[in-house]
T-cell receptor, first 112, second 112 residues
Framework: GENVEQHPSTLSVQEGDSAVIKCTYS??????FPWYKQELGKGPQLIID?????GEKKDQRIAVTLNKTAKHFSLHITETQPEDSAVYFC???????????FGKGTRLSVIA | KAGVTQTPRYLIKTRGQQVTLSCSPI?????VSWYQQTPGQGLQFLFE???????NKGNFPGRFSGRQFSNSRSEMNVSTLELGDSALYLC???????????FGPGTRLLVL
């Protein structure tokens, strides 16, 4: 089955700097890659996702890139702000009716 | 549109008891998935229901079960609780089969 590895497990950046979180997956049939942000006491919130027919997707300060050949995808957050501090999870699945397989998470701390 | 709701939000049980958790999906969503989140294992898929039928099942013992009603609301049940069942139980709903899942706030279960 699918296996998703996520790095780093913790990341500290200065406010205004960029943050990059990387994930690799094992199943070449996976074609849907969402990213979730989880704040303390809350459920994961979908922040951006990408499907295998595109290589990059942007939404304001957040971008995701996908390299299907290497089977890895990354989350980029620019101009980080203290409110970006949270745990971020990557996931992979085949679209349709297959479950999400999650990475172990990255705890991002943005230092003001 | 209202988001995914889960009740109760917090629960304390003792070993050997059973527990039932409830999830109401986003209006119009017919797929409901359940995940267990623990610090050690991360987010792990339990099962998915679609139109009152279990469509996918994760690798959990038979003590974990679920069901879905005709209005798409779902319940999960854990019988003969063990200390290791202490976790955040998350429910996610999904609409037309593109795989996009939206999570609820979770039910935090503590087994003493």
């Amino acid at each position: 089955g699918e296996n998703v590895e996520q790095h780093p497990s913790t990341l500290s950046v200065q406010e205004g700097d960029s943050a990059v979180i990387k994930c690799t997956y094992s199943d070449s049939a996976s074609n849907y890659f969402p990213w979730y942000k989880q704040e303390l006491g809350k459920g994961p919130q979908l922040i951006i996702d990408i499907r295998s027919n595109v290589g990059e997707k942007k939404d304001q300060r957040i971008a995701v890139t996908l390299n299907k050949t290497a089977k890895h995808f990354s989350l980029h957050i620019t101009e980080t702000q203290p409110e970006d501090s949270a745990v971020y999870f990557c996931a992979a699945s085949k679209t349709g009716n297959t479950p999400l397989v999650f990475g172990k998470g990255t705890r991002l701390s943005v230092i003001a | 549109k209202a988001g995914v709701t889960q009740t109760p939000r917090y629960l304390i049980k003792t070993r050997g008891q059973q527990v039932t958790l409830s999830c109401s999906p986003i209006s119009g969503h017919r797929s409901v998935s359940w995940y267990q989140q623990t610090p050690g294992q991360g987010l792990q898929f339990l099962f998915e229901y679609f139109s009152e039928t279990q469509r996918n099942k994760g690798n959990f013992p038979g003590r974990f079960s679920g069901r879905q009603f005709s209005n798409s609301r779902s319940e999960m049940n854990v019988s003969t609780l063990e200390l290791g069942d202490s976790a955040l139980y998350l429910c996610a709903s999904s609409g037309v089969g593109d795989g996009t899942q939206y999570f609820g706030p979770g039910t935090r279960l503590l087994v003493l």
